[in-house]
C-alpha cells in the first residue's frame, strides 16, 4: 500500500507563496506519474498539476499555469509543488496523488486516473 503524505500548507496573504511537498512511502515511486489536485468546501475536486515519472514533462490547469511549478525528486520519493502569486480562489485542501500504473506517460488530469491518495493538506489565501 502506498503511503502518500502531503505537507507545506498554511495561510497566506494574497501574493504570497507557500511550497507543498509530498513524501512517498512507495519503492518504485521513481516508475509513477504524481500529480496535485485541490478541492474546496462544496466543489468537486479538480486537477492542478501532473509530471510523469521521469520528471520529463509537466502539465498544468489553466488556473494555475505560470504560478504553480510541480516537480519531483526520485531520490527523495518526494513531489512538490511551488505556488507563486497565490489568490483568495487558490484556498483548497490539496492532495497529491499517485498515478494507478507505473512508466505511463500519458498526461492524466482526472481523479479517478490516480489510484494512491494522501490525507491532504489546507492551503488559506487571504485577500
Known amino acids: 500500500q502506498v503511503l502518500l503524505v502531503e505537507s507545506g500548507g498554511g495561510l497566506v496573504q494574497a501574493g504570497g507563496s507557500l511550497r507543498l511537498s509530498c513524501a512517498a512511502s512507495l519503492r518504485t515511486f521513481s516508475t509513477y506519474a504524481m500529480g496535485w489536485f485541490r478541492q474546496a468546501p462544496g466543489k468537486d475536486r479538480e486537477f492542478v498539476a501532473t509530471?510523469?515519472?521521469?520528471?520529463?514533462?509537466?502539465y498544468y490547469a489553466d488556473s494555475v499555469k505560470g504560478r504553480f511549478t510541480i516537480s519531483r525528486d526520485n531520490a527523495k520519493d518526494t513531489v512538490y509543488l511551488e505556488m507563486n502569486s497565490l489568490k483568495p480562489e487558490d484556498t483548497a485542501t490539496y492532495y497529491c496523488?499517485?498515478?494507478?500504473?507505473?512508466?505511463?506517460?500519458?498526461?492524466?488530469?482526472?481523479?479517478?486516473?490516480?489510484?494512491?491518495w494522501g490525507q491532504g493538506t489546507q492551503v488559506t489565501v487571504s485577500s
Open positions: 509530471i510523469t515519472w521521469d520528471g520529463d514533462r509537466t
Open positions: 496523488a499517485a498515478d494507478r500504473a507505473p512508466y505511463r506517460r500519458v498526461v492524466r488530469t482526472t481523479p479517478s486516473n490516480f489510484g494512491s
